[in-house]
């Protein structure tokens, strides 16, 4: 069975560009959920996908948004980027319901310049 | 908010048992969960607990739950190099669902 799959696995923009980030989950997981990851604040949840609905959302301004496709896979997108933008940006699926037990991609490592 | 503490960094000898430590604030967690994360990677589930358990064992890996006290530990029996890695402790409510509150990683360091 394939893992979780994160596309692109490195770029580099500029500040005031936008980005989007690709994730396609585990066959027949249903929840999608993304970090980011920095050095200065660690692992900090970004939002959930559930079915295409959010279901959580983290504590982010809201040039951070996703979406969830019919077939599970999911979009992360940030607009306006800025410096402190630059991190691992993780995504995770859940076969179903409420267990935390995520599966980890290799995570997006995007650069801000 | 909720908040989870770990040391930063531990280092063992390869052989010895290593004992990684957390402490969360939430009193409300239901689950609580070990995660591995090796350079370059994402991060891999070690193990997790219910709350309403004390202990629990898993191969090479024991995790010693005390609600009362909020602390959390992990250890790994006969640590190998291997094993050097970011062990990240996180943790949940029923609310919160798969929205997990990590502690900021442990960096297990095992010397041959």
């Known amino acids: ?113 | 908010g909720e908040d989870v503490e770990q040391s930063l960094f531990l280092s063992v000898r390869e052989g010895d048992s290593s004992v990684i430590n957390c402490t969360y604030t939430d009193s409300s967690s239901t689950y609580l969960y070990w995660y591995k994360q090796e350079p370059g990677a994402g991060l891999q589930l070690l193990t997790y607990i219910f709350s309403n358990m004390d202990m629990k064992q898993d191969q090479r890996l024991t995790v010693l739950l005390n609600k009362k006290d909020k602390h959390l530990s992990l250890r790994i029996a006969d640590t190998q190099t291997g094993d050097s890695a970011i062990y990240f402790c996180a943790e949940s409510n029923d609310n919160a669902g798969n929205m997990l509150t990590f502690g900021g990683g442990t960096r297990l360091m095992v010397k041959p």
Request: aromatic share 12%; hydrophobic share 25%.
């Open chain 1, 1 to 113: 069975k394939a893992g979780v799959t994160q596309t692109p696995r490195y770029l580099i923009k500029t500040r005031g560009q936008q980005v989007t980030l690709s994730c396609s989950p585990i066959s027949g997981h249903r929840s999608v959920s993304w970090y980011q990851q920095t050095p200065g604040q660690g692992l900090q949840f970004l939002f959930e996908y559930f079915s295409e609905t959010q279901r959580n959302k983290g504590n982010f301004p809201g040039r951070f948004s996703g979406r969830q496709f019919s077939n599970s896979r999911s979009e992360m997108n940030v607009s306006t980027l800025e410096l402190g933008d630059s991190a691992l940006y993780l995504c995770a699926s859940s076969q179903q319901g409420y267990t935390g037990e995520l599966f980890f991609g290799e995570g997006s490592r995007l650069t801000v310049l």
